[in-house]
Every structure is written in structure tokens, then in C-alpha cells.
């Protein structure tokens, strides 16, 4: 008669030797950083308690001059174009004025601009607009903003935003680059990241969210080295290749 097969033998371990078989360790797991609605609130929840009111960093006093500043930054730096404007605003405050000054008396103020020539023409054809077709107002709907020349999607967002206190988010480099790193609202191109940001951001928050980010951007999630080190939402942000300064 064969003899009874013994524990070791049926793969269970004798009384006291538990510690003598040992089953291969699982491979460690790479981190899994997920955004959700709860990290994107507080996100802007500090965001909005570090700077409670953020608005642009273009100098204007009117929504008139709003327009006319956003439009000549476009591929300019708002330092360069508050530099242009100082003097112009002081003398042009109305499209009536705009249209008096003419191309070539505009030019003289904004010729350390970039693309000046086009931006110039452009201005004073949005002027001739303003004054024949909307009483030399601003208007404050997307369709008639976009119709003026030199105004595209996101000028007509800073406009509807800033001038009029709607939800709209402009998305330039900063805020594309931030939403992407962020993983808040990753996208492939600037329509995609607006219509996730518009959808993603909590409605509390829309109304300065443009703001946030483009001055994080341009301050702390800058293109080349991020600050993370310095950044106060570094913990809530999916970007991998974190920096220590």
C-alpha cells in the first residue's frame, strides 16, 4: 500500500514552516494620476483663493479700447502692446476717434508692434463697422464680434468675458499648454480644449477661469521649464515630468 501523500507533497506547508514558501512579489504599478471633478475644484478653489480677482493684464479703459488692445496682441506680448497703447488711448477713445486718427496716424503709435500694418487696417475697418452698423458700440454678441476684421474666436472670448461678464475662456498658448499638462482639459487643438474646459470647469468657477490660467501660464507653467516647485497646485497636476524649481 503506497503511502499517504504528505502536506509538503499536496503543496501545503508543514505546521511551522509557513514562512519557507513564498509567492513571488506583484510587479510594482505605475502611478495612476486620474483628473476628476474633485481635483479640477480645488484646483480653482486655489487658484481663486490666491488671486480672488484676476483680470487681464492689457491697459484699456472702455470696451472699445479692450478691442482695439486685444486685437493688436495677437502674436505680440501684453507688456509690448500696453507700451504702443499708453499714448494712443490717451488720444483715441471712441471708434469716431479711431477712424479720425486714419491708418497712418495709427501706425505711428503701434509700429514697435508686430504684424502692424495688418493690425492698423484691420482696426480701422473695425471702427468704419462699429460706427456705421452698431452706433460706435461694442457689441456684445459672438456672430457680430467675429464679422469685425481682425477678430477671430478668441478675441471675441476676451471681449465676451471681460467687457460683458460672460463664461467664455479664450484659449491661447498658456491656456493650452496648461490645460494639457494639467490634464484638465487635454485636447489636440484650442477648440477642443475650449469646449472641454467650458464642459469640465464647475460653473462657480467659469467666469475668471481664462484669467487663472493664462497668468499660470505665463508665470508659473511656463512653456520650457515648468516651476513646479513652486506651483500650488503641483499635487493635483498629471504632469509627469515634474521640476524641483
Known sequence: MAPAPTESALGVCPQGTETAIRLPSPPPQPQTLIMNKQKRTEIFTRLRAENPAPTTELNYGNPYQLLVAVALSAQSTDVGVNKATKALFRKVKTPQAMLKLGEEGLKDYIKTIGLYNTKAKNVIAAAQIL????????????????????VGRKTANVILNTAFGQPTIAVD?????????????????????????????????????????????????????????????????????????
Open 131 to 150: 460706427v456705421e452698423q452698431h452706433k460706435s458700440k461694442v457689441p456684445d454678441q459672438r456672430e457680430a464680434l467675429e464679422a469685425l476684421p481682425g
Open 173 to 245: 498658448t498658456h491656456i493650452f499648454r496648461v490645460s494639457n499638462r494639467t490634464g484638465i482639459a487635454p485636447g489636440k487643438n484650442v477648440n477642443e480644449v475650449e469646449r472641454k474646459l467650458l464642459k469640465f470647469i464647475p460653473d462657480e468657477f467659469k467666469q475668471d477661469a481664462h484669467h487663472w490660467l493664462i497668468l499660470h501660464g505665463r508665470y508659473t507653467c511656463i512653456a520650457r521649464t515648468p516651476r513646479c516647485g513652486s506651483c500650488i497646485i503641483e499635487d493635483l497636476c498629471e504632469y509627469r515630468q515634474k521640476t524641483e524649481n
